[in-house]
């Protein structure tokens, strides 16, 4: 039902700022809430920042992130996107863009999307 690509990743150094990229495929995208999830090496795949299928809806953020990252959609042209400010050490990891079944609230649970992109590596120098 929907294919994604995540694109945007890259090296930074600590303080700077990235914009990872989501392009999905399939007439279903609207249908879908949307979510960035990061796993770093040796850790748990963790839940970012999600946005619900109407659009404009921001579910709350990865605590860590709060204030420093920002989500959005573009249904028009089945784009998400996550704004990256402000970057520190500990954002190092895979970042995934996934979809989830629509619904009122963004999920954090990995296990409630249902489709994945094949992650962007972006690592913060110190």
């Known amino acids: 039902q929907v294919q994604l690509v995540e694109s945007g990743g890259g090296l930074v150094q600590a303080g700077g700022s990235l914009r990872l990229s989501c392009a999905a495929s399939?007439?279903?995208?609207?249908?879908?809430?949307m979510g960035w999830f990061r796993q770093a090496p040796g850790k748990e795949r963790e839940f970012v920042a999600g946005?619900?299928?109407?659009?404009?809806?921001?579910?709350d953020y990865l605590d860590s992130v709060k204030g420093r990252f920002t989500i959005s959609r573009d249904n028009a042209k089945n784009t998400v996107n996550l704004q990256m400010n402000t970057l520190e050490p500990e954002d190092t990891a895979v970042y995934y863009c996934?979809?989830?079944?629509?619904?009122?609230?963004?999920?954090?649970?990995?296990?409630?999307?249902?489709?994945w992109g094949q992650g962007t590596q972006v690592t913060v120098s110190s």
């Open positions: 996934a979809a989830s079944r629509g619904g009122l609230l963004v999920v954090r649970n990995p296990a409630n999307y249902d489709f």
């Open positions: 399939g007439r279903t995208f609207r249908s879908f809430n």
């Open positions: 946005i619900i299928w109407g659009g404009g809806g921001v579910s």
